[in-house]
């Protein structure tokens, strides 16, 4: 039975969330029951992918991209792969109608990991931000909307403007990892090596006026099996922005910046009393 195995390949995206990321886990879990499972298969392929160009240092990354994406098409086709990471996606792809037109976009941005070190201009950088975090959040809004068009055409704009925000926090969070493992940097005429106050403030008010739009024309609007999820992944890296605001730019390249547990646990408290309260 077939449905034992996409059971179990459910179980596998949902277990690398929680392995790779507890505070998304912590956010997915409070989505409503019965779009949990799409959005933790969405995780567990945008992770696999993620983990090959970021991680896998010892291996051919070229050549485990280049099997990953032949492998997912083929799943794709035939509606099952024995790689449960993917034969999980697939079932989402296919039960949300989500578009290749996204997935390519997606695997285009990871495979310009494999060579790319740098980008010189903002259209590179948008097309680059486009594939690995604005799909990824059109994808998990197919899935919030469950096939209503009117309300993704609604949404979409704030869709990728909270995928931006998240992925330009996460930049500058990882910038020493990225500049000095990996060797990219991906904030456009930017010298990662003298940056200074003003840049750096530069990068914060773009990703704020990210957030601001994402929460007034997206999270308040969701669908309320995903208000309250999307809500709580929004606060807490809000929290890592004001974090990160605090560091000096001289000192950023050298800070490891962290929400703790207990602050993680105060949010979810303090975001709850919003949401019961209908603030949000």
């Known amino acids: 039975m077939k449905e034992l195995f996409d059971s179990v390949s459910n179980d596998c995206s949902k277990l690398v969330t929680k392995k790779y990321s507890t505070s998304f886990s912590l956010a997915v879990n409070m989505l409503s029951p019965k779009i949990r499972t799409d959005i933790y298969n969405i995780y567990g392929f945008v992770r696999f992918a993620d983990e090959i160009v970021d991680t ?25 792969s024995l790689n449960p990471i993917l034969n999980s996606f697939q079932q ?5 109608q989500i578009p290749d037109e996204m997935v390519q976009a997606f ?17 590179a950088y948008d097309e680059y931000i486009y594939g690995s975090a604005d799909v ?16 993704f055409e609604e949404l979409k704009d704030a869709a990728m403007s909270l995928g931006s925000a998240f992925q ?12 000095e493992v990996l060797n990219r940097s991906y904030f456009p005429n930017v010298d990662l090596g003298e940056l200074n106050a003003t840049t750096k403030q530069l990068i914060i008010d773009e990703i704020e006026a990210d957030f601001d739009f994402a929460y007034k024309n997206g999270i308040l609007k969701l669908p309320v099996e995903a208000k309250f999820g999307v809500y709580m992944a929004y606060r807490y890296y809000r929290r890592l922005l004001k974090k ?21 646990i105060n949010l979810l408290a303090r975001s709850y009393v919003k949401y019961k309260l209908n603030i949000i």
Do not use: W
């Open 56 to 80: 896998f240092h010892e291996y051919n990354k070229e050549l485990l991209m280049e099997h990953f994406e032949r492998d997912y098409y083929l799943s794709k086709e035939h509606k099952i």
């Open 92 to 96: 989402t792809v296919h039960r949300y």
């Open 107 to 123: 695997l285009k941005s990871m495979k310009a990991d494999l060579y790319k070190t740098e980008y010189a201009t903002k259209e």
């Open 136 to 151: 990824v959040g059109l994808m998990c809004l197919k899935v919030f909307v469950d096939g209503d068009d009117k309300k």
């Open 168 to 179: 330009k926090v996460n930049f500058l969070r990882d910038l020493k990892d990225d500049y």
């Open 244 to 264: 990160l605001k605090r560091v000096p730019s001289e000192k950023i390249m050298n800070a490891r910046i962290r929400i703790s547990n207990p602050m993680k």
